[in-house]
């Protein structure tokens, strides 16, 4: 029974030497937990230098190849068709000048010779009274009688020097005839078409002894080698543009291709699109080869030299938020507000607004807030130095933690 009772008696010390030692455990526990609370880790982030300095704006954009020129060819006689070029079948070329297409006009053709021959006789019904008034007259409409051939188009009127030969002329009803063989002239000419320019035909066809009608539409000249492109343009966009220097203008058949054509902004819209929001901008450009890139219903991607904006920066634009960017300064986040004056794709060029050589955070940070500690992958030498008493204090508590916790088998086992 006094056995018992001595072990208990003698148990009540050791308990309480135990809980000592787990105090002080718990107590450099708690501490080494405040050290680390007290330097939260620093989150890592990305960053890049702003230099501001001049820029040269490049417009981009995209549409699609027209021919500068398309004409609608309507007949302006009627007849059997003598004459079409390849039948005149879509997507023939022809070059300016070649005939197309030739309507049988024997009966105009004999109707003109006729009028000619009434003409000629006039004119040398005129000649023997001019003769007599004056020989200078005379040898003038004799020289313009000798000129003329029934197989022909008619040469232009002597001039009129004085009332006398204006008498004589008239008489003869010589300027009536003269207009008649005129007019005859044109109409025959209606027979026969010839083509403007070089261009490719867009037609249902026309075969040869078939019947066209006066006022029938024939078939689409389109220019393959005058062209222009329509280019949508934000408003923002056009006024980076200055238009009185006629800028330059690259036209490339493929945006990751290094071949372009070079083109000149001719004309641009003063309407802007209710739905989309923009205006056209007209680039023409010539395809003298007729390289098939360039031809009219291609897709092409243009870059138009803009304005040179002074003491400017340029700026990932996915970093803009609600005109802000992110900062660091002294391994701090900031946040600094900037103002745009363009955008480029994916950049945006901004104002001295912010100081020169102002390192901003280019990762996308989730709940950022400014104060917060960072520190930059990318640019080390922007990160704060260690604090190495900071660090040592840490290393020693956490020896003595060790000691302690070393200790506590020991006295339980006492």
């Not at 309480?16 to 880790?41: C, H, I, W, Y």
């Not at 009688?145 to 040469?155: A, D, R």
């Not at 945006?348 to 102002?358: H, L």
């Amino acid at each position: 029974m006094k056995k018992a009772t001595v072990l208990k008696i003698g148990a009540v010390p050791a308990i309480l030497l135990v809980g000592v030692f787990a105090m002080q455990a718990l107590g450099s526990t708690k501490k080494q937990a405040n050290k680390r609370d007290a330097t939260p880790e620093a989150r890592a982030v990305e960053t890049q230098r702003v230099s501001f300095g001049d820029l040269a704006i490049q417009v981009e954009g995209d549409g699609v190849i027209e021919s500068e020129r398309m004409l609608n060819m309507v007949s302006e006689a009627s007849g059997r068709v003598l004459f079409a070029r390849n039948n005149l079948k879509d997507g023939t070329f022809v070059r300016e000048g070649e005939v197309l297409l030739k309507i049988d006009s024997r009966d105009v053709e004999n109707d003109l010779y006729g009028l000619r021959s009434d003409f000629l006789n006039a004119v040398a019904a005129a000649l023997p009274e001019l003769r007599l008034d004056d020989a200078r007259i005379y040898k003038r409409w004799f020289d313009f009688f000798n000129s003329l051939e029934i197989s022909k188009p008619i040469p232009e009127l002597p001039e009129i020097t004085n009332a006398q030969e204006k008498i004589k002329i008239s008489t003869k009803d010589i300027i009536g005839k003269y207009y008649s063989v005129r007019n005859q002239e044109i109409r025959l000419s209606k027979y026969t078409i010839r083509s403007p320019f070089d261009g490719y035909i867009s037609s249902n066809g026309i075969i040869e002894g078939s019947f066209v009608s006066l006022g029938e539409r024939l078939f689409t000249l389109n220019d393959a080698e005058n062209l222009v492109v329509s280019v949508p343009l934000r408003i923002e966009e056009s006024e980076s543009i200055d238009f009185s220097k006629l800028p330059k203008v690259k036209i490339y058949a493929d945006e990751r291709s290094d071949d372009f054509k070079v083109g000149r902004i001719t004309r641009k819209e003063t309407l802007v699109d209710r739905n989309s929001q923009t205006l056209n901008v007209y680039v023409t450009f010539t395809n003298k080869k007729l390289n098939p890139h360039y031809l009219p219903g291609k897709y092409v991607h243009v870059s138009i030299e803009g304005r040179v904006l002074r003491d400017v920066a340029s700026i990932p634009r996915h970093l803009l938020g609600g005109g802000y960017v992110y900062t660091m300064q002294d391994g701090k986040l900031g946040r600094q507000q900037v103002d745009v004056v363009a955008v480029q794709d994916d950049y945006a060029v901004v104002t001295n607004t912010i100081s020169d050589e102002t390192v901003i955070v280019t990762t996308i940070l989730q709940k950022p807030l400014v104060g917060m500690n960072i520190r930059s992958l990318n640019m080390p030498e922007l990160n704060p130095a260690i604090d190495l008493a900071d660090t040592e204090d840490a290393e020693a508590d956490a020896g003595l933690a060790g000691d302690d916790a070393s200790a506590e088998p020991a006295a339980a086992g006492g």
